[in-house]
């Protein structure tokens, strides 16, 4: 009997997701645990192992189709023993039709829809609609911008004609034509239609025609102001500050760095770790939490959940975005290790590579703007954490110690928390449990 391959739903929100590539063809022999396909989601593109042993019968849904739906049926495994041909007849009769690009409104569907091979033929040059504008998928689009890349002449193997990511690997590798100033491109071009919602045309009419760029939403950004506007909306914060003084640990930063171990690489000794300030952030957060347990809480209509580990999130910034991979048990960590693991994940989370339970979830948050010299600031919770620390720079000022003034590198620690959850007292005490590890930072070694 014919194995159904469908869409995976690859976290607990996923509803659906962009199939982006195919790894295998069909005819080719597969094994449980063989990577088959990588599926693009709001925050990242990871890749889809096979369950089941066979051959692949039909390829049901062409890489490069965006928006398919969870359960969607996207190719038929034929079992060992089994007639190939009859387990792809069988797969074709049951495949839903791929979306088109731009249906026009007045032709409805048809009664039966034919096999999805012939559903629509795949041009040899990118498919175009609304004048210049190139069809082409969110990943491929963000690799061709990444490498300077025209996509008016890279050639589309997905759905239509679109472009997906293997195209934009192979015009590179071929040293495809770069992209025309901007200012050009814009003269050339002209700008795609803005799909309008409610209260969009009273913005429109303040800018000229002409004088603004359209950039439409994308799956992450959809996804950050859903979730941030319904945190605001819903979660009733307020906000906590401490100065802490961090001269103690910025030179046991230096001690511990200028004392790590190293390894021999083709580039030479290099250390095996390299601490930074946000590290050590990471840690007294951890350990505050674990000392104020009751703050080591979510909230829930029905009950609070007290974690029994501290489990931080930690804000990266990635193009045109921004995601929270969570180093988890940061209590039980050492430094050490605490940087490797935030190393990987903030590369990782660059790359669009992370995994669902890296980044979903979690107790608090650090969101650290240190690094580009704002001094204070505040964040936006985001459930199912009940706080969130917001980190500024450390700032030389005059700083009184045993009633002579002198100077001292200042950071202030904004934080957010969560009402229904952490009272005002509450958060005043891991509010002080941080700043009381920030500013003897040994206590984090022991």
């Known amino acids: 009997m014919p194995i159904n391959i469908t869409m995976p739903a690859l976290s607990p929100t996923m509803e659906e997701g962009n199939l982006a590539k195919w790894l295998v063809k069909e005819g080719d022999q597969i094994k449980s645990g063989d990577v088959i396909a990588e599926i693009e989601t709001d925050k990242a593109t990871m890749e889809v192992e096979a369950v089941d042993e066979g051959t692949i019968a039909k390829i049901l849904v062409p890489a490069g189709t965006e928006g398919v739906k969870v359960n969607t049926l996207i190719a038929v495994l034929a079992a060992e023993g089994e007639d190939v041909q009859a387990a792809a007849a069988g797969g074709a009769a049951s495949a839903p039709a791929p979306k088109a690009e731009a249906a026009p409104a007045a032709q409805p569907a048809p009664v039966a829809a034919a096999p999805v091979a012939a559903a629509a033929p795949v041009a040899a040059a990118p498919a175009k609609s609304d004048g210049n504008r190139v069809f082409a998928s969110p990943l491929a689009r963000r690799l061709a911008k990444e490498a300077g890349l025209d996509l008016s002449v890279v050639s589309g193997t997905g759905p239509h004609g679109r472009v997906v990511k293997s195209d934009i690997e192979k015009t590179i590798a071929s040293g495809?034509?770069?992209?025309?100033?901007?200012?050009?491109?814009?003269?050339?071009?002209?700008?795609?239609?803005?799909?309008?919602?409610?209260?969009?045309?009273?913005?429109?009419?303040?800018?000229?025609?002409?004088?603004?760029?359209?950039?439409?939403?994308?799956?992450?950004?959809?996804?950050?102001?859903?979730?941030?506007?319904?945190?605001?909306?819903?979660?009733?914060?307020?906000?906590?500050?401490?100065?802490?003084?961090?001269?103690?640990?910025?030179?046991?930063?230096?001690?511990?760095?200028?004392?790590?171990?190293?390894?021999?690489?083709?580039?030479?000794?290099?250390?095996?770790?390299?601490?930074?300030?946000n590290d050590f952030i990471i840690k007294a957060m951890a350990l505050a939490l674990r000392d104020v347990p009751a703050a080591n809480a979510s909230w829930t209509s029905t009950a609070r959940l007290l974690h029994k580990h501290s489990d931080v999130g930690v804000a990266v910034a990635i193009p045109d975005g921004l995601i929270t991979p969570i180093i988890r048990k940061a209590e039980q960590k050492t430094l050490s290790v605490i940087s490797n693991e935030m190393k990987d994940l903030a590369k990782r989370a660059r790359d669009k590579k992370l995994k669902p339970d890296e980044y979903q979830g979690g107790t608090t948050a650090v969101s650290n703007l240190g690094m580009f010299g704002v001094s204070n600031f505040t964040s936006i919770i985001n459930p199912p954490h009940a706080s969130i620390v917001s980190i500024g720079a450390g700032i030389e000022k005059p700083v009184v110690k045993n009633g002579e003034i002198k100077i001292g590198t200042v950071m202030t620690a904004t934080f957010a928390f969560d009402h229904r959850v952490i009272d005002g007292a509450l958060g005043a005490e891991l509010a002080s449990a941080f700043k009381r590890y920030i500013e003897s930072p040994m206590g984090m070694l022991v």
């Open 176 to 277: 495809g034509a770069k992209a025309a100033p901007a200012a050009a491109a814009s003269a050339a071009t002209p700008a795609p239609a803005l799909a309008k919602g409610a209260g969009d045309d009273a913005v429109l009419k303040l800018f000229e025609q002409g004088s603004y760029e359209v950039l439409p939403h994308d799956g992450m950004r959809k996804t950050i102001a859903s979730r941030l506007l319904e945190s605001h909306q819903t979660v009733p914060s307020y906000f906590v500050s401490m100065d802490c003084e961090i001269d103690a640990l910025l030179k046991l930063r230096a001690d511990i760095n200028k004392s790590a171990p190293t390894v021999k690489t083709e580039k030479g000794e290099v250390p095996t770790f390299k601490l930074s300030v």
